[in-house]
Nanobody
Framework: QVQLVESGGGLVQAGGSLRLSCAAS????????MGWFRQAPGKEREFVAG????????YYADSVKGRLTMSRDNAKNTVYLQMNSLKPEDTAIYYC???????????????WGQGTQVTVSS
């Protein structure tokens, strides 16, 4: 069992930055691939970024490449999403999730946090 708690969301102007954190508790955090997803009103939850258990590889949706950076600190049981050059279309609830391996498909993830709201004003 893994419990995930996101933090760091908020309101920011276009072009600004935010850093999201996802703190994990439970067993074997370092054995899980982690993902960040987001869901805007009226839209499906979509993959944003993923990272392998050791942090050696990361994966990004095309819409965020070059602007968002995912990382993890297994000693602190935490993953991060550094968000730069934010756009109004990045507005959504952001969720972190854990899976045995990094996947783009949200149905492959076993554990989810409650989400944190990110709002980007124009």
């Amino acid at each position: 069992q893994v419990q995930l708690v996101e933090s760091g969301g908020g309101l920011v102007q276009a072009g600004g930055s935010l850093r999201l954190s996802c703190a994990a508790s439970g067993r074997s955090f370092s054995s899980y691939g982690m993902g960040w997803f987001r869901q805007a009103p009226g839209k499906e939850r979509e993959f944003v970024a993923g990272i392998t258990p050791t942090g050696s590889r990361t994966y990004y949706a095309d819409s965020v490449k070059g602007r968002l950076t995912m990382s993890r600190d297994n000693a602190k049981n935490t993953v991060y999403l550094q968000m730069n050059s934010l756009k109004p279309e990045d507005t959504a609830i952001y969720y972190c999730a854990a899976a045995p391996r990094v996947r783009y498909d949200r149905t492959e993830y076993d554990y989810w946090g409650q989400g944190t709201q990110v709002t980007v004003s124009s």
